[in-house]
């Protein structure tokens, strides 16, 4: 299954590729932020997409939004801090079918890509 | 954050560098922030890098980073929705917390290489008064309450009325939760019709339970009724229902669930109190709340029409703020040390490609006929290739190396700004041509110098703004920093519209600390004199300050900066300011050289610091004194033996025939010239500077070394030491 990783952060994007290949999923594609995801998303086979939201050119709600507009179904998940809980209220609105609060361990990625996949 | 162990060192690596250029971005932002405290994308701007800080320290294990980046960001997240004010006492505590960080960071690095000693600071009492400007920022409803309910074991659950449909197999779930004394809190969603055709997926509020506590159970209520004449299709005809123990006040859980859109929700206690005082009402019929949880009102309908605006303006995410370049798949990282093995090997290159010219040449003059004469040939062909291709790869892995001077101008602001404030004065600094691009190992080397400089011109440049007023100047005192290339080299200059240098005090000053006798301070013209403050043990501070009393004098910039092979200089007017401009080569590695023997050795000298070369009929030089002087072109010129000046004893003296010309190099730097008389030229040439060896090091004169083509060592000489020998030479 092809996952599409969309964060401004480098690090952040070596994480989350680490933490999939742990658990099997090792397709990846990045983009460094909404603009860029749009982008890798319009070249096709992508199944699933995993965003953070505070990025620089467009940010993850701004993205899901976009994404939303031409695909409901394709399952998103929001990497997020727990800082703001409002703020998660408002990405699932936007779209977002789950989400999953930095720092997570490997099990907790699993269980929330399953609950999409599921 | 153990059972999720990065034992890869380079994600430390690659957080040392991201943390770093989000710390630059901040300081840009706080700085433009400072000045529009409003600006809204900056606020997002400064968010996004405390945030993007924080999420990697969460995985790297880096607790202190990750909390301290955490409250920084919860002041930042209340500030950016304007319900607290950006005021001097805010951006001061943000500043403190961006420096805190930065040592928290730098602390992960020297861990990381294990060299040096981590600072290790304490954060609490800075976390402490973060946390009390933020409680007194705001009405603090953010203490998230526990659970209401205390509870008593009871028997069987009896439901609100609202509930009361519920399933079997959920009510057995439930019973057995609170027989376990735990106190659930059920939110009923009822999806208005409007939901359909929005993105939002109604199954999307299981996951939001986990804001607020743990999910323990969902389902849902038909709410149609059997009667197929009564059927709505565009209706739902079944309520969601979510049970969550939680882990916030119900205020908290209402707060969160209201802000969904297109859903009516209604809330309801379960637990053990609540199931007995229900069970004392009478079954199925009580809406309200038991009295012990009166206080939150077990049914609260959300507002019928949409529930307020998720307070986040998404609109306002976009940004306009600085922002990082982008780097993603195009470019790539690559670590300081390969390239710097990168750039030794290219080095190597170059003295393997010399030496095979060397070769080359003595071929052609050797062999000039028969078959080998056009082996010869060939040979030769094959030298201009390869000196094409090595001056090719030279070139590339000089681009490679070469940084924007931006990345360390950037510091400069944020440093200016604390020195203004802490010395009562009005500065602003303008910074030209930040993109000038200049080696990395440079730029490195560079920052000291330059902050040294801005200090000086800071504290010595520009004065207090009544005094400035009073000279008819503006209160604001101006620092200009500018980077250009010249040729191959970069100038930067450190310009300001203060008091000026005065070239009588320094007359004087240099006179009473015995480092010029009263007739050459007075035969040294203006411009020489105020070069004097770059030499050892020269302040001319009127008092020390906490800005450059620091016991780190000018001399030690000219130091660091000749170390690079460039050269500092003052250019001053008296009343209205002075220009201190560091010239260095665009690269350390590789110059471009005139060679030159001299006493049986052979000598470089950086093709930037010659201006000429001469033939010089020993006829026409003058003795002045114990100097040797020619007229060149109408300007006196001091010349010196090379040899001599060096105290190389001469090996080949006297090889010079009577009436034969002398080659003169003539060199300038800092605005002083000489010519140096040397046995022959040889040419110039591009030349690899090797690290001189620990005994040749401190010879005076030397800079450094390189191999010839032939294995022969050459030594290259520091322009400015030798006129240093020369004026010494002649007191």
Redesign the interface.
């Known amino acids: 299954m092809k996952i599409l990783i969309v964060d ?5 994007r ?2 989350i590729i ?2 999939l290949s742990r658990i099997g999923y090792s397709d990846v594609i ?4 909404g603009k ?1 995801g749009l982008e890798k998303l319009g070249q096709g086979g992508v199944e699933m997409i995993i965003t953070d939201w ?6 993850g ?2 993205f ?2 976009v994404v ?2 031409t695909n ?1 179904s394709i399952p998103i998940l929001m990497v997020t ?10 990405a ?8 999953v ?7 907790t990625l699993k269980e ?1 890509i399953e ?1 999409l996949l599921g | 954050m153990s059972e999720f162990s990065l034992d890869d060192p380079s994600f430390y690596e690659d957080f040392l560098v991201e943390a770093g250029e989000h710390f630059e971005l901040i300081e840009q932002n706080f700085l433009v922030l400072e000045g529009n405290p409003q600006d809204l994308d900056i606020l997002n701007g400064i968010f996004r890098s405390v945030h993007t800080i924080k999420g990697a320290s969460g995985f790297l294990g880096l607790a202190k980073v990750q909390s301290l980046s955490h409250i920084g960001e919860n002041i930042l997240d209340e500030l950016r929705k304007g319900r607290m004010v950006v005021t001097p006492e805010v951006m001061e505590l943000l500043f403190e917390t961006v420096d805190m960080l930065k040592v928290l960071v730098e602390d992960v690095g020297v861990n990381l290489r294990k060299q040096g000693t981590p600072a290790d600071p304490n954060t609490a009492d800075l976390i402490h008064r973060l946390e009390t400007l933020r409680s007194g920022g705001t009405p603090t409803p953010a203490a998230a309450a526990p659970a209401p309910v205390q509870a008593s074991p009871v028997g069987a659950l009896v439901l609100p009325a609202g509930l009361s449909n519920l399933d079997a197999p959920s009510r057995k779930i439930l019973e057995e939760l609170v027989a376990q004394d735990i106190s659930l809190v059920a939110i009923k969603a009822k999806l208005q019709p409007e939901i359909m055709g929005t993105p939002f997926n109604p199954l999307s509020m299981l996951p939001m339970a986990d804001l607020v506590g743990k999910l323990v159970h969902s389902s849902h209520i038909m709410t149609a009724s059997t009667d197929l004449d009564a059927f709505q299709h565009d209706q739902f005809h079944f309520d969601l229902v979510l049970f969550i123990q939680p882990s916030e006040s119900l205020e908290t859980v209402q707060k969160i669930f209201d802000g969904v859109k297109n859903v009516r929700m209604e809330y309801f206690l379960v637990g053990p109190e609540g199931a007995r005082s229900l069970a004392a009402t009478g079954p199925d019929k009580v809406e309200t709340p038991p009295p012990a949880v009166q206080a939150l009102p077990a049914a609260v309908q959300a507002p019928e029409a949409p529930a307020p605006e998720a307070p986040v303006d998404t609109g306002a995410k976009k940004t306009a703020a600085p922002e990082k370049t982008d780097k993603g798949s195009d470019t790539i990282r690559v670590s300081q040390l390969k390239l710097d093995t990168f750039m030794n090997t290219v080095a190597e290159l170059i003295i393997c490609k010399t030496m095979i010219n060397h070769v080359v040449e003595r071929f052609e003059v050797e062999v000039t006929e028969g078959a080998a004469s056009d082996l010869v040939k060939e040979l030769r062909k094959g030298s201009v290739y390869l000196d094409q291709v090595s001056k090719e790869i030279q070139a590339s892995v000089l681009g490679i190396r070469m940084v924007p001077v931006k990345t360390i101008f950037s510091k400069f602001p944020r440093m200016l700004r604390d020195l203004a404030k802490a010395s009562g004065k009005k500065i602003e600094l303008q910074m030209v041509g930040e993109d000038t691009e200049i080696d990395k190992s440079l730029i490195e080397e560079l920052s000291d110098p330059l902050i040294h400089l801005i200090r000086n011109s800071a504290d010595h440049g520009v004065e207090m703004p009544e005094a400035r007023v009073k000279s008819g100047k503006s209160e604001t005192g101006i620092v200009i920093l500018r980077a250009r290339h010249e040729g191959d080299s970069v100038l930067v200059e450190i310009e300001d519209d203060g008091k000026g240098i005065d070239p009588a005090v320094i007359r004087a000053k240099a006179i009473e600390k015995g480092i010029l006798s009263v007739e050459r301070a007075e035969a040294m013209s203006d411009e020489e004199a105020i070069n004097l403050v770059f030499l050892a043990g020269f302040s001319t501070a009127a008092k020390v300050t906490d800005i450059s009393g620091r016991g780190v004098g000018m001399d030690v910039v000219r130091s660091n900066v000749r170390r690079l092979n460039g050269h500092v200089s003052v250019q001053s007017v008296v009343g209205k300011g002075s220009i201190f401009t560091l010239k260095l080569p665009l690269t350390l590695a590789i110059i471009d050289a005139l060679l030159m023997r001299s006493g049986g050795q052979v000598f470089a000298v950086p093709g930037t610091a010659v201006e000429e070369t001469l033939l010089v009929a020993p006829e026409t030089v003058s003795h002045l004194t114990r100097r040797k002087a020619i007229n060149l072109r109408g300007e006196v010129l001091g010349i010196t033996q090379l040899r001599e000046l060096l105290n190389f004893h001469d090996r080949e003296e006297g090889k010079l025939l009577e009436g034969e010309e002398l080659p003169v190099v003539v060199i300038s730097t800092a605005g002083r010239r000489m010519g140096l008389i040397v046995d022959s030229l040889i040419r110039r040439q591009e030349m690899v500077i090797k690290p001189l060896a620990p005994y040749l090091a401190s010879l005076p004169g030397i800079s450094g070394a390189s191999v010839m083509g032939d294995g022969g060592v050459v030594l290259i000489l520091d322009p400015a030491e030798l006129m240093t020998l020369a004026v010494q030479e002649a007191l």
Do not use: C, W
């Not at chain 1, 505070?54 to 940010?59: A, C, K, L, V």
């Open positions: 401004d952060s480098s690090t952040m070596r994480i680490n933490t990045e983009a460094e932020h860029a505070n990025m620089p050119e467009m940010d709600l701004e899901v939004t939303r507009t409901s801090t727990n800082a703001a809980k409002e703020d998660i209220v408002a699932l609105q936007a779209g977002v079918n789950n989400y609060v930095k720092p997570f361990t490997p099990d929330k609950s």
